[in-house]
């Protein structure tokens, strides 16, 4: 398979998962029609009481900078959170907030981490793991996941990959760039796995609210001997539609939030204090604007799915987040290749599985983060370059 029409500021990057998607968001920008199925932000409204409390903590001057790991009622709520919805046994120490889920990443590795300390990671994965982790010294170790097992983590597979530099294995559930769900039956076998071999889990629950076809989401660190060996990460970015407050969260020992928050101190110091308000006015406020987007979302996925068996693409069984994991290669060209063509083509921007791992040539990572008429149109400007390939090769 050649790479040769795909230029060369995608080619100098197309084996590389963040630089790719960076390179093709880029191109992209030069197209004013492209409809953008690539990003993982939600493209609706955060919700109106968000914005209200925003306007009101600005309007009193209530915008002083907060405590390096924020403000004590947001870490109290968030606390009661995972007290209710994970089942972690904690407290406001144990809780910090982070500048989105992606700086808690990075914070907790650059804690974590001595050099050469490897970390087990699922493939595919979120490339942004690779970067946290090699800042930081570490040495990202991949447990093989696959299609026929809807990118489910196997304990067996995890316990294989431990090596005496194992220190830690990420989790998470569910999935982006898969879609896919650690099941609770997996995450209590991989619990007895990480306490036998004394391993720390990091646990990116992001996507935790938005699961489908009645899949649970499930917490690891709820389960015995668990919360005192995990980190668990979350944010408001996708819950509430809220990616650009930039807040994350995160959920660990105190002596560990303690040395985080040392980190983040020297680093950026606290999330802006309105991102802060914003996030209190999320977790006390009506849970229905979180039902609101799930409904939505289901139906989006409902008419993205049948949109691309209709086309004789398959994807593995989407139980949460917001990707269809698309097998393309009965198209006979290498995703990276095929990613360039439907967007010069067609205008549809779609990350190639390459974004997520070198191993994923055969995938199309497609967002649902579009209004429904235009994932029909994004699907209608798909298929005549999907059959025009699939026939030439
Ligand atoms: C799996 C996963 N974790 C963490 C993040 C970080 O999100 P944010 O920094 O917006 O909280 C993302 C964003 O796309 C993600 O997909």
């Not at 998607?21 to 409809?35: F, T, W």
């Not at 020992?253 to 308000?277: H, L």
């Not at 083509?345 to 997520?356: A, H, K, N, S, Y």
């Not at 429904?372 to 059959?387: K, V």
């Amino acid at each position: 398979m050649t790479a040769s029409n795909i230029p060369e500021s995608v080619r100098a990057v197309a084996a590389d998962g963040t630089q790719l998607r960076y390179a093709l968001m880029e191109l992209s920008a030069q197209y004013p029609d492209a409809i953008a199925l690539g990003r993982g932000d939600p493209d609706l409204a955060t919700p109106p009481h968000i914005i209200e409390a925003v306007k009101l903590a600005v309007r009193d001057q209530r915008t002083a900078p907060t405590p390096v790991a924020g403000m004590t009622a947001l870490r109290e709520a968030l606390a009661h959170k995972f007290q209710t919805d994970n089942g972690l046994p904690v407290d406001a120490d144990n809780i910090m907030l982070t500048t989105g889920g992606q700086e808690g990443l990075f914070l907790l590795m650059q804690t974590l981490l001595d050099p050469g300390d490897e970390v087990l990671v699922p493939d595919p994965r979120y490339t942004s793991y690779d970067e946290a982790i090699e800042s930081a010294g570490g040495r990202m170790v991949m447990i093989p996941t696959d299609h026929e097992d809807a990118f489910n983590l196997r304990p067996e597979a995890v316990e294989s990959a431990i090596t005496p530099r194992t220190k830690a294995l990420l989790i998470v559930t569910p999935s982006n760039p898969t879609s896919g769900i650690v099941t609770e039956e997996r995450l209590r076998g991989i619990a007895e796995v990480a306490i036998k071999h004394n391993l720390i889990v990091i646990s990116d629950e992001i996507y935790e609210k938005f699961l489908y076809d009645g899949w649970k989401h499930f917490s690891i660190g709820s389960l015995p001997g668990m919360a005192e060996r995990t980190i668990t990460l979350n944010g408001f970015s996708k819950t509430y539609a809220m990616t650009g407050f930039r807040c994350g969260f995160a959920a660990a020992p105190k002596n560990f939030i303690r040395a985080m928050t040392n980190v983040k101190a020297v680093t950026t110091g606290p999330v802006a204090t309105i991102s802060q308000w914003a996030g209190l006015a999320a977790l006390n406020g009506p849970k229905e604007p979180i039902e609101t987007f799930h409904r939505i979302y289901s139906e989006r996925r409902r008419l993205m799915m049948d949109g691309l068996l209709s086309m004789g693409l398959s994807f593995s069984d989407p139980r949460g987040a917001f990707f269809l994991w698309t097998n393309s290669s009965s198209v006979g060209i290498h995703a990276t290749e095929l990613s360039y063509l439907l967007l010069k083509e067609g205008r549809v921007l779609i990350f190639p599985g390459t974004g997520f791992g070198e191993n994923w040539g055969g995938y199309l990572r497609i967002s649902i983060l579009q209004n429904t008429d235009l994932l029909h149109e994004a699907l209608e400007r798909m298929r005549p370059i999907i059959n025009r390939y699939r026939a030439a090769h």
